[in-house]
C-alpha cells in the first residue's frame, strides 16, 4: 500500500509540473487543410488541454478561418495574458498553421466547414468577432475567456452550429449578452 501512494504521489507530483511553457511544444498538429492544397474557404474550431494542470479538466479553444484562395488562415484567439500586459484579450494573426499545438498540448477539430458553406459564413464571424463584446476581459472563471469567446461567435452564427466540448469552461458566460 505505501509503493502504491508513493507511485501516485510521483504520477500526481510529475502531472502537476508540467514542462515549461516556454520549451512547450507549439508546433503544428498536421490536422488543418494545408492552404498552399486547399483553395476554398476552410472554417476551422479548435479545443486542446488547457497548460499543465489545467488541462485535466478545462481547454483553451480557438478558431481559425481562411478565406477562399487565400495562401494563410486568419486566427482568433482570446488569452488572459494579453490582459495583464495592458493588451486587449481578444488577439487575430494570420499563418498557414492555426493548429498548432497548445503548449503541449494537441488540438482537436471541434468543427470544420470547407467550401460554399464557409465561405458565406467567413464575412458573418469577421462580423461577430468585431462585435465581441469583452474584447478586453479575461477572467478564468466564470468568464469571459478562451472558451467564452468562440461560444459567442456561434452563438451569433447560428447556421455554424457549433458544439463545444464540455470542458470549455466559460462557454456558458456566452449567453449573458
Given at each position: 500500500m505505501k509503493y502504491l501512494y508513493l507511485l501516485i504521489s510521483s504520477l500526481l507530483i510529475s502531472a502537476c509540473s508540467n514542462n515549461d511553457w516556454r520549451t512547450a511544444s507549439r508546433e503544428p498538429a498536421g490536422i488543418a487543410p494545408d492552404p498552399k492544397q486547399e483553395n476554398a474557404a476552410v472554417i476551422e474550431f479548435y479545443a486542446a488541454d488547457a497548460f499543465s494542470w489545467r488541462g485535466w479538466f478545462a481547454v483553451h479553444s480557438w478558431l481559425a478561418v481562411k478565406e477562399k484562395g487565400a495562401s494563410f488562415y486568419k486566427v482568433y484567439e482570446v488569452t488572459g495574458w494579453r490582459v495583464k500586459r495592458g493588451q486587449p484579450a481578444l488577439h487575430q494573426y494570420q499563418t498557414k498553421t492555426p493548429d498548432r499545438y497548445w503548449f503541449g498540448s494537441k488540438p482537436e477539430k471541434i468543427l470544420?466547414?470547407?467550401?460554399?458553406?464557409?465561405?458565406?459564413?467567413?464575412?458573418?464571424?469577421?462580423?461577430?468577432v468585431a462585435r465581441y463584446p469583452w474584447k478586453d476581459e479575461y477572467k478564468v472563471f466564470p468568464g469571459p475567456n478562451s472558451?467564452?469567446?468562440?461560444?459567442?461567435?456561434?452563438?451569433?452564427?447560428?447556421?455554424?452550429?457549433?458544439?463545444?466540448?464540455?470542458?470549455?469552461?466559460?462557454?456558458?458566460?456566452?449567453?449573458k449578452k
Open positions: 470544420s466547414i470547407i467550401g460554399p458553406k464557409a465561405e458565406a459564413l467567413i464575412p458573418e464571424i469577421n462580423a461577430a472558451n467564452t469567446f468562440p461560444t459567442w461567435i456561434g452563438l451569433q452564427v447560428p447556421e455554424l452550429n457549433l458544439d463545444m466540448p464540455f470542458s470549455a469552461i466559460g462557454s456558458g458566460y456566452a449567453s
